[in-house]
């Protein structure tokens, strides 16, 4: 039964690190109340994810512990990328012609894909909790047990991005006015704005 324990320990602290509004879970949110690219996005979200706790507790976690410069660099980066995006969302909500759920301001596949890439790969915060923290933690667990700890955290992930994409469409009947949508844009901008600050000032 140890195995299980494994599991559902690596599930639990995924689980707490990846519910929390971010970057990443708002752009899923917004792709699944427009109905589009759903799926794409979302298994792209959980297959990073996976990745990247893979990584962590196949060591890259104490890799990435020893290059401080490395995570700075990301969060730079990282600053910029939201800054950007921020002022372009909240641009858009002060547009005099805005969308309702079935239509207007649409993207492309490729478009959305390299935005949710953007959002995964851009975030120094990614690398410092999924990354570094789930890799220490993962060596609390006997080593032949590891792999069931990253199955649990990775599992989270695909049922954290599957609820919150296919889940969204359940709050349809908020945004069924284009004034709800601009509230969001708004919303979106003003938290992408504040995480960009927050990047900055770590990064510097």
């Known amino acids: 039964m140890s195995f299980i324990a494994s599991f559902f320990s690596g599930f639990a602290l995924s689980a707490s690190l990846i519910i929390a509004i971010g970057a990443q879970n708002l752009f899923v949110l917004r792709q699944g109340l427009k109905k589009e690219h759903v799926g794409p ?17 196949s060591g890259m976690g104490a890799l990435l512990g020893a290059l401080p410069q490395v995570a700075k660099g990301f969060m730079l980066i990282g600053a910029g990328f939201l800054f950007w995006y ?12 805005s969308m309702t759920v079935t239509q207007g301001a649409s993207v492309s596949l490729p478009k959305a894909l390299v935005s ?40 989270a992930s695909f049922l954290w991005f599957g609820a919150l994409g296919y889940g969204a469409r359940f709050l349809q009947p908020l945004f069924a006015t284009p004034k709800s949508w601009k509230i969001l844009d708004v919303v979106i901008g003003c938290v992408m704005l504040f995480l960009a600050i927050l990047l900055l000032r770590q990064g510097l």
Not at 41 to 57: E, K, N
Not at 130 to 146: C, E, F, H, I, K
């Open 41 to 57: 996005v979302v298994l792209f979200c959980s297959v990073s994810d996976a990745i990247l706790i893979i990584a962590g507790v």
């Open 86 to 97: 921020g002022l372009r969302t909240l641009q858009q909500a002060t547009q005099s012609e």
């Open 116 to 155: 949710v890439a953007a959002f995964t790969w851009l975030n120094p915060h990614v690398y410092l909790d999924t990354v570094l923290l789930m890799g220490t933690a993962s060596t609390a667990q006997p080593l032949p047990l590891r792999p069931f700890f990253a199955a649990g955290a990775a599992s």
